[in-house]
């Protein structure tokens, strides 16, 4: 991930439609990410305009996740938007124990549609040994942009729908599903 960080955030910010700038925002969080326990990424290159070694390839897409943990800010922000919302603690307890984050997925705006989006999550969840996976993604009219309808043929559902996360004024849904995949 570090030999390869500024293509990753390139993806990152294409598909995300950022500014630029928000790269170097980024940076540091990603690379602390990759110490975390569990931690694995995959990514999607062009190897048709490699010009040396596939380690050079353009990156098409990026994924990466980790294990969750209750010292993550993210968990954090889930549990207390369970407990908002009346959850139960003994289900929030099971929910948050063994999981897998799927904290970035992202596919440049030009590759999309091609089927990389699935191929990375499948590829980052294979072989995982958590219960489940649970990931954040920001609430879309309807639901209908790509993201959100390969998080439902993966067959992810609701966990919380409409969370605000502290400093981020849109509004976010927390899906899940148990792996394997």
């Given amino acids: 991930m570090a030999r390869r960080l500024g293509d990753a955030l390139g993806v990152y910010v ?29 990514a999607a290159v062009d190897a048709a305009h490699a010009d040396a070694e596939l380690t050079e390839a353009p990156m098409l897409g990026i994924a990466y996740g980790y294990c969750g943990a209750p010292d ?7 549990v207390a938007g369970l407990q908002r919302g009346g959850t139960d603690s003994s289900h929030i307890a099971e929910l948050m124990t063994s999981y897998f984050e799927l904290t970035e997925l992202h596919i440049h705006p030009h590759a999309q549609g091609q089927g990389l989006g699935e191929a990375l999550a499948r590829r980052l969840l294979t072989g995982r040994g958590e219960s489940h996976v649970l990931l954040s993604t920001p609430e879309i009219n ?12 993966l067959g992810f559902t609701d966990v919380i729908r409409g969370y ?3 400093g981020d004024p849109r509004a976010f849904a927390i899906l899940g599903r148990s792996l394997p995949l």
Avoid: C, I
């Fill in 72 to 78: 993550q800010w993210w968990q954090q922000q889930v």
């Fill in 142 to 153: 309807g639901e209908s942009n790509r993201a959100w309808r390969l998080y439902r043929r």
């Fill in 14 to 42: 294409d598909a995300m439609r950022y500014p630029r700038g928000t790269e170097e925002q980024r940076a540091s969080m990603w690379l602390e990410h990759t110490r975390r326990r569990g931690w694995k990424a995959v």
């Fill in 164 to 166: 605000h996360f502290a």
